[in-house]
C-alpha cells in the first residue's frame, strides 16, 4: 500500500539523513520511479523534503527535521521485538524487523535488536509432529485472508480423524495458552478453528460476510466461555491416596479439587472433564491408589477398562512375538 511506503520512506529519510531515489527504490523493494513519486508526495503533502542535484545530491528532511511516528518507549519496544522476533524466519518479516530497526534511535537500537533474538519458534511439537506455525505458508494466507475479507476454503483434521474441508468466513484470530485459534463464521454459526488442526488455506476470492455488529473480543469471550463450559460438563467424586497428589495435579491442573483429607488419610477429590468416561479413562494409569465413586458411568467405564486389559495382559496371555525376536 502507498501509504505505507510513504512512512517507510519518511522513516529511512530520518535514518540516513540523505538519499538517492536508488537507495531507496532498493530498501523499499520498488523501482526508482515509484521511489522518486513517492518522495514528490511526501514534499507536495507538506513534508519539508527537499532534492539537492549534482554529485552528492539527494533527497533530504529540511534542516535534518524529525518526525515521531511512533512514540513507542524502551519498554514498548522491547516488548514489540519480544513479540515478533519469531515472525523474523520469513524473508518478509525479517525485511519488515531490518527497516524498523533502521528507523529507530541509535539508544534504542540494540534493545531491539537484542529482544528479536531472545526467542525461537519450533515448527514441530514433541511427537515431531508439524504444526501451523509462524512462519508457515498456510499461517500466511489466512492472515492475509482475515486482513482482506476474503473467503477460504480450510482443511482441518480433528484428533483421529482424517482432514476434511470446508467454506468459511476468517474473522480473526486470537490466542489462549499458548495456543492459536481462527474465529471464522460458517452456515451453522460462529466456531473456532485451532490452527495447529489446519492442513492447508485456499482463497476463494469471495468476500467475507461478516455478522453485523462483529466485535472479535466479544465474540472470543462468547466462543471461548462456550468451549471451557463443554469441556468441564462432567464432574467425577473419588478418593485418592495421599502420595498421588503432585500426581495428580500434574495430569489435572485445575479441574482438580481436592475437598478434604479423609479419617483413613486419604484424599476426597473432584475432578472436571468433557465426560465422566473420559475423566475415568485420565484416572485409569494410577491403578488402586485412586478409587472413583461417582458418577456410575465412570466406574462403568474402569470396569470395561480392566476387562480390556486382564483379556490383552492377564497371566493366560503370553507376550507375543516381536520382529526382533523372529529375525533371532
Known sequence: MRADRLVATL????????????????????????????LEALAAAGVPVYSQRGRGGGWSLVGGARTDLTGLTADEIRTLFLAVGPLST??????????????????????????ARAQVTDGLDWSRSPAMTAHSAALDTLRHAVVDGIQIMLGYARPGSAADERTVHPLGLASKAGNDYLVAGTDRGLRVYRLSRITHVVPTGIPVVRPDGFDLA????????????????????????????????????????????????????EV?????????????????????????????????????????????????????????
Do not use: C, N
Open 11 to 38: 522513516l529511512f529519510l530520518q535514518t540516513r539523513g540523505r538519499v538517492t531515489a536508488a537507495e531507496l527504490a532498493a530498501e523499499l523493494e520498488t523501482s526508482e520511479r515509484t521511489a522518486r513519486r513517492d
Open 90 to 115: 520469513t524473508p518478509a518479516s525479517r525485511t519488515a524487523l531490518r527497516k524498523l530497526v533502521r528507523a529507530m534511535p541509535s539508544t534504542l537500537r540494540s534493545k531491539a535488536e537484542a529482544a
Open 218 to 269: 466479544e465474540a472470543w469471550r462468547s466462543l471461548a466461555a462456550r468451549i471451557e463450559d463443554r469441556m468441564l460438563a462432567a464432574t467425577v467424586h473419588a478418593r485418592a491416596e495421599a502420595d498421588t497428589e503432585p500426581l495428580l495435579r500434574g495430569l489435572l491442573a485445575s479441574r482438580l479439587r481436592i475437598t478434604r483429607t479423609l479419617p483413613d488419610g486419604r484424599l476426597a477429590i
Open 272 to 328: 472436571d472433564g468433557p465426560t465422566a468416561e473420559i475423566v475415568a479413562a485420565q484416572l485409569a494409569g494410577l491403578g488402586r491408589r485412586v478409587e472413583v465413586l461417582a458418577p456410575p458411568e465412570a466406574r462403568r467405564r474402569l470396569a470395561t477398562l480392566a476387562g480390556e486389559l486382564t483379556e490383552l495382559y492377564g497371566p493366560a496371555r503370553s507376550a507375543p512375538t516381536t520382529t526382533a525376536d523372529s529375525a533371532a
